[in-house]
């Protein structure tokens, strides 16, 4: 069982890896990118200014994310990595940790 249970993991990884390649980044990074359309204008805008006073330097702009969308991604990678820290408190944020623990075992 626990050989199935490694092989069944290791091949989920690759498949995670080709899919964040294929998608251009984590669903996160690209829901914060201002030119993703999946969200409306508004709700993206309202992410970002709940961001501007928690994440200070972390401010990608609709112009500096079009001039270079790599320092904007990796503003929004530092927030979701600081954000999963942050989050960690398993008693204080028990959905969170459930999600986490189901992502984990998938």
Known sequence: MAFLSNLVSN??????VWLLETWG?????LL???SDL?????????YHRWMRPRFRGLKPTLE???IDPGSADS????????LQEYTRDKAKYPVVYSDS???GFA
Do not use: F, I, M, N
């Open 11 to 16: 091949k989920g990884y690759l498949l995670q």
């Open 25 to 29: 980044g984590p669903p996160t990074t």
């Open 32 to 34: 914060l990118r201002h």
């Open 38 to 46: 999946t969200l409306d204008e508004h709700t993206t805008q309202r």
């Open 64 to 66: 500096s994310e079009a």
């Open 75 to 82: 503003c929004y990678v530092s927030a979701t990595d600081y």
């Open 101 to 103: 623990v189901a992502y």
